[in-house]
């Protein structure tokens, strides 16, 4: 049974820091796409950051320069370090898993993965 829990949300103020952990259990994390997804309440779940099985990385616009994601295979666990964060930040974060690989400009389509974690809200105010 694969399973995924986040970790890590909160509140902070405009131009703070959070960083977001990603606990997984059930499979050998190293073969699996892992991504951080994010939601507002009537908006539609956007890609934020993802990591390929291969470790290559990839961003969302927004988030570009301010967002790292990263990972600790020996731990099964997944980052996502947000710096500089801003009001438009706030929303319910997801971190998903997919087994095997999958094309680079689809990591962040939240089609191509199929376990998902709880979520976790971060909010920042002005």
């Known amino acids: 049974q694969v399973q995924v829990v986040e970790s890590g949300g909160g509140s902070v103020q405009a131009g703070g820091y959070l960083r977001l952990s990603c606990a997984a259990y059930?499979?050998?994390?190293?073969?699996?796409?892992m991504g951080w997804f994010r939601q507002t309440p009537g908006k539609e779940r956007e890609g934020v950051a993802a990591i390929g099985s291969d470790g290559r990385t990839t961003y969302a616009d927004s988030v570009k320069g301010r967002f790292t994601i990263s990972q600790d295979n020996a731990k099964n666990a997944l980052y996502l370090q947000m710096n500089s964060l801003k009001p438009e930040d706030t929303a319910m974060y997801y971190c998903?898993?997919?087994?095997?690989?999958?094309?680079?400009?689809?990591?962040?389509?939240?089609?191509?993965?199929?376990?998902w974690g709880q979520g976790t809200q971060v909010t920042v105010s002005s």
């Open positions: 059930g499979y050998i994390y190293s073969t699996y796409c």
């Open positions: 998903a898993a997919r087994s095997g690989g999958v094309e680079y400009f689809s990591l962040l389509s939240r089609d191509e993965y199929n376990y």
